[in-house]
């Protein structure tokens, strides 16, 4: 008796029995609640019932959870623990299910899907709506209705027929006559002693339909066999031409399961293959060398203006493949260090009328800092972004196609898909690379109603094998496992502090994050990268201050250069090959580009001679020479194009080359030349023939030209798009719930009853001003407490109970419950007032 008077008659009450706590957990793991505030526990109630929040709810359940949810919704209403653990465990009481099953349940209790207590369990009616089965929207259990629900449109004649056929007594009414048939399929003895008498091949049709579909199709005449079943309700018609086979009837056949396979526990991350972890290190280490030197490359072939911005925005077709051969990669992995670098604020669109992409500000900032806390920022750029690069070449929901920089490639699931595959591989021992196929697996026990069917990539599929292929290009992981600065990039400790006795993906009750934890906040995410920069910077090579020049005008880096050498050397010579060693190629084209840039011979021969370990060989020294001293013996300038020289010989020999048939070369004097060209064309046209002009400006002087850094104006990196409210912090929840409790506390508070009529429920009180304020003066006086309703400026209106402590000038003092201190509140804006009864 006290039981039934105590239990909650609705989620509303029981959330009114939850702890701070217990209530803290519920916005925790459904922060949607929170976004708002609600104004009391029964707003809260509401908002937590809404078809948008449980079904986000609900695809956050892991298989297990949603399998008990599943089986609630086949269940009764309410039902007890005992029935939802023989549906789940079945008849032969499966006890790895039974040890799991309080987790699970309560799981949902925490996140307000089930409400009441173990022997009034409650499905909250918007997620029995979803989960129950039904011909548009089939259930995973693979049952049917019940018999109830089967037989609500059949004559009342032919259930009585049915019931008769199945040995049962005759009833009064429809309703009782399908109860005498549930109750004959519960009975598993008696439904034993039924389908004793059944024929094989009728047997054979149950068996069919006994784990889903449960539906089937007949004819108008149907077979001796499926006419047998249909005479004792074994089969149920449900529409002309199809029949059900009764949730019941399937349960007893199963015995008692409702799911044929229930998966109480996740399946483990198998290990494909064990390295030792310095290998591991090293791998990686080399692999986030090369991630710098990508991105620097890709920058410095946009140093000067990039491919131009599409007019639906984003990198063409042909602009990609382009970048994709300059990167010497394919190019999704071109797409994917484009994205990277547009994520990471170091690319952007200039906002010029001809619009372009190029290096930002940022790219110059970042280029300063060391090679280690630059990778750091781009690992934790990709770690957290919530554009997929592995998108583009495909096509949106409108069929318009996706690409590189363009919009439509923010997928909110990104960033929590990365953590997670990362932290199952943190699982494993230092050193074991991860079997993809387990890791996907994992994944989809994590999130069925994400992943899809199996056998299905889905986008939550292809994100994490994006995520294995990307880790290992950027050097998060080496040979497939976890190296020490990706698992210091996640905040997660090492094997040694995780202890043997934990598996993957466990909690571990220390100050580390653990494999199953949220994305860091980003001020612990700074720390994080912080560390994992720490432990890479020892594993990177040392920027060298030196060449090694060889006779064949080749010169070897054998490893990454400084900045000043590299840049300048990028300038004299060609980049023939890379690898563990780079190879420069000098040729008359690059040393004639440094004189361009404003060097002399002079300043060549000591650029080489400070950096080579080898002397300077002597043809590299020729050809230095012979360039330099070929270099501005013509001049070319605007006319439209004019060529001088004070050799008149050569002018002839220009003249008489066929090559310069294109140019349109007419002489204006002995030593000028006219060209119908653009000064540009003639300096390319010339220096085709083999001369070496220089370009000069009006003044007559030789114009240097440098290599002009293209840069954006100051740019944002993109924001990444979430998948829903923040989770909130420990300050939010705190003042939350307070402010929850408080506007509770006010609309629950019992009041006197009015003289007119009574209020409906959240309407505010109304009085006049005159009534308003002799009630205020009197509370004064007495130290009362009062319920008011209230208007702010926004216009936005809410319920309090004060204690009022002054009133005067218009303004009536007083201590908010409801806010929990002393405040001040304009009469005019009080809709009225009543008294709190006295209990």
């Known amino acids: 008796m006290s039981t039934e008077a105590t239990a909650p008659r609705s989620l509303a009450e029981a959330l009114r029995g939850r702890d701070d706590t217990s209530l803290a957990a519920l916005l925790r793991s459904r922060p949607d609640l929170i976004t708002p505030v609600p104004t009391d526990l029964t707003q809260l109630a509401t908002r937590a019932g809404t078809r ?27 039902a007890s623990y005992g029935e939802l653990l023989g549906l789940m465990a079945g008849d032969d009481g499966d006890q790895v299910v039974a040890a799991a099953l309080p987790q699970a349940l309560g799981t949902l209790r925490e996140q307000a899907l089930v409400w009441g207590g173990d022997d009034r369990l409650r499905l909250v009616r918007t997620a029995r709506e979803l989960l129950v089965p039904s011909p548009q929207h089939p259930s995973p259990t693979g049952l049917g ?45 008696r439904l034993a002693a039924l389908l004793g008498g059944a024929p094989k091949d009728s047997v054979e049709v149950l068996e069919r339909l006994v784990w889903g579909p449960p539906y ?33 009837v399937a349960l007893a056949l199963r015995g008692g399961r409702a799911h044929r396979v229930v998966e109480p526990a996740p399946p483990a991350v198998a290990a494909a293959a064990t390295h030792a972890p310095k290998v591991v290190d090293a791998t990686a280490a080399g692999q986030a060398f090369t991630t710098l030197a990508t991105v620097e490359e890709l920058l410095k072939d946009w140093d000067e203006g990039g491919p131009a911005v599409m007019r639906a925005g984003g990198l063409s077709v042909r602009d990609l493949k382009r970048t994709a051969v300059a990167l010497d990669v394919s190019e999704p992995v071109a797409a994917f260090w484009v994205e990277l670098a547009y994520a990471a604020g170091l690319i952007a669109s200039d906002g010029e009328a ?21 990778w750091a920022h781009l690992a934790e750029t990709w770690l957290t972004a919530t554009r997929a690069s592995g998108v583009v070449g495909g096509r949106d929901a409108k069929d318009r196609p996706l690409s590189a920089l363009g919009p439509g490639l923010d997928r909110s699931a990104a960033p929590e898909v990365r953590h997670r595959v990362l932290a199952l591989l943190a699982g494993l021992p230092e050193g074991a690379a991860a079997d993809a196929e387990s890791v996907l697996a994992r994944l989809h026990w994590e999130r069925p109603l994400r992943g899809g069917r199996r056998g299905e990539d889905d986008l939550r599929t292809r994100l994490a094998r994006w995520t294995l292929a990307e ?40 100050h580390h994050r653990t494999a199953h934890a949220e994305p860091l906040s980003p001020a612990e995410q700074a720390v994080a ?3 994992a920069a720490r432990l890479l910077a020892p594993l990177l090579p040392e920027p060298l201050d030196h060449v090694l020049l060889q006779a064949d005008l080749t010169a070897v880096a054998p490893g990454p250069l400084r ?4 840049d300048m050397l990028a300038v004299l010579a060609d980049v023939e090959s890379k690898g563990g060693a780079t190879v420069y190629r000098f040729t008359p084209g690059s040393v004639r580009r440094a004189l361009d840039a404003g060097r002399s011979a002079s300043d060549l021969h000591a650029f080489l001679s400070a950096h080579s370990r080898t002397p300077v060989p002597q043809p590299l020294a020729y050809l230095i020479d012979d360039v330099a001293r070929r270099h501005g013996h013509l001049r070319v300038g605007a006319a439209s194009a004019y060529v001088r020289c004070d050799d008149d010989g050569v002018l002839n020999e220009i003249l008489a080359d066929k090559r310069a048939a294109g140019l349109r070369l007419r002489r204006l004097a002995p030593t000028v030349l006219a060209a119908q060209t653009d000064p540009a064309g003639l300096l390319e046209g010339l220096r085709a023939m083999g001369f070496a002009p220089a370009a000069e400006s009006a003044e007559g002087d030789v114009v240097i030209t440098r290599a002009h850094a293209h840069r954006t104006p100051p740019r944002t990196a993109p924001e990444p798009v979430p998948e829903g409210p923040p989770t909130p912090d420990a300050t939010l929840l705190t003042a939350a719930i307070r402010a929850i409790r408080a506007g509770d506390l006010a609309s629950t508070a019992p ?60 303004f009536v003092t007083a201590y908010d419950h409801t806010a929990d201190e002393v405040r001040t509140y304009p009469l005019h804006r009080i809709t009225g007032v009543a008294e709190l009864a006295d209990d």
């Open 52 to 78: 948008a929040s449980v079904v986000r709810a609900l695809e956050r359940l892991d298989r297990f959870a949603l399998q008990t949810a599943e089986a609630l919704a086949v269940a009764g209403d309410p």
């Open 145 to 189: 209705p019940s018999v109830r629900e089967a037989t609500a449109g059949m004559s009342p004649g032919r259930i009585q027929e049915i019931v008769t056929t199945a040995g049962l007594p005759t009833t009064h009414d429809p309703v009782s006559a399908a109860e005498a048939l549930s109750s004959l399929f519960k009975d598993r003895d």
């Open 216 to 248: 089937g199709q007949v004819t108008a005449d149907p077979a001796a066999r499926l006419r047998w079943l249909l005479d004792r309700g074994l089969l149920l018609p449900t529409s002309p031409g199809t029949v059900v086979l009764p949730r019941e």
């Open 354 to 374: 001809d619009e372009r992409y190029a290096a930002t500000p940022g790219y110059d900032e970042w280029l300063e800092r060391p090679a280690a806390e630059r």
């Open 471 to 510: 880790a290992e290009l950027l050097g998060v992981t080496g040979r497939g496992a976890l190296s020490s600065q990706g698992r210091a990039l996640l905040a997660l400790p090492s094997a040694a502090e995780r202890g043997a006795t934990e598996g993957p993906g466990d909690r571990l009750p220390v």
């Open 529 to 531: 990268s912080a560390a």
């Open 563 to 566: 900045r000043p050498l590299a």
């Open 751 to 810: 009041r006197k009853a009015p003289d007119s009529a009574p209020l409906a429920a959240g309407e505010l009180p109304r009085t006049s001003s005159a009534e308003t304020l002799a009630t205020m003066q009197a509370a004064v006086l007495t130290g009362q407490s009062l319920w008011i309703g209230y208007v702010n400026a926004e216009g936005s209106a809410s319920q309090r109970v004060i204690a009022p402590v002054r009133v005067e000038g218009g």
